[in-house]
């Protein structure tokens, strides 16, 4: 067994004591040691041990580290697991965890789940957040549009160099994570994509050049639906 699985075990069978051992729910440095094992798990164990607990512990597990957990966790839960959470959080509170996520993530995880419930955990996400996420579900569930991401750049096919680089000081979105690594995508008059350059190679050019000379062609677009 490889070290990583071995300690995965350990730390499911440490999660199972506690949750049939009531005297060891009343132990803190118990809960402070596991809780610090359990959260240096990657989210995707972290989910796994979830998903493994008895359904009848698991609320018990979930109320214990509900108000530590990273909201990706929930990426990697299936259903009925994720409306464990909701009896034991509530729906605010739920709603507020799924709105540090991307709005493609909020889309994975409440894909599922009837258009009431969606609508009511969405009043706790932040408005502009909110809006994108509800024009993805307007789309068909198997259309690409579902899949549509915000998290973009686009600048105008008119633009110099210069343009594009005070247009990026002005409205660089929070959810570009990795700027240096980001593609623009370039449009025309009719706001078509037309091709896409990285911010690297915009900076490798001169403030009055054209962006358009630098573009590299991007030919494939799909319908939405």
């Known amino acids: 067994m490889q070290e990583e699985d071995k300690q995965f075990e350990e730390i499911l069978n440490q999660v199972d004591l506690f949750l049939e051992d009531d005297e060891l729910k009343h132990d803190e440095t118990l809960k402070h040691?596991?809780?610090s094992s359990f959260f240096a798990l990657h989210a995707t164990d972290q989910a796994e041990i979830i998903s493994k607990i008895k359904s009848k512990k698991r609320p018990q597990f979930?109320?214990?580290?509900?108000?530590?957990?990273?909201?990706?966790?929930?990426?990697?839960?299936?259903?009925?697991?994720?409306?464990?959470?909701v009896d034991i959080i509530g729906v605010e509170m739920f709603g507020k965890?799924?709105?540090?996520?991307?709005?493609?993530?909020?889309?994975?995880?409440l894909g599922d789940f009837p258009k009431d419930f969606r609508k009511e955990v969405l009043e706790f996400i932040q408005y502009k957040k909110r809006l994108k996420v509800k024009r993805l579900f307007a789309y068909p569930e198997a259309s690409v549009g579902r899949y549509m991401s915000f998290?973009?750049?686009?600048?105008?096919?008119?633009f110099i160099v210069k343009d594009v680089i005070e247009y990026l000081r002005k409205n660089?979105?929070?959810?570009?994570?990795?700027?240096?690594?980001?593609?623009?995508?370039?449009l025309n008059q009719e706001n078509r994509v037309i091709g896409s350059i990285s911010i690297l190679d915009i900076l490798k050019l001169q403030h009055q050049d054209i962006i358009t000379n630098a573009i590299r062609p991007y030919p494939h677009v799909l319908n939405t639906y």
């Open 33 to 35: 040691n596991l809780k």
């Open 62 to 85: 979930i109320d214990f580290i509900s108000n530590d957990i990273d909201a990706e966790v929930l990426l990697h839960l299936d259903k009925a697991i994720l409306l464990d959470f």
């Open 97 to 109: 965890m799924l709105s540090v996520l991307s709005i493609n993530m909020i889309v994975d995880v």
């Open 151 to 158: 998290d973009y750049l686009s600048v105008s096919s008119t």
């Open 172 to 186: 660089t979105k929070s959810e570009v994570r990795d700027i240096r690594n980001t593609e623009i995508f370039v």
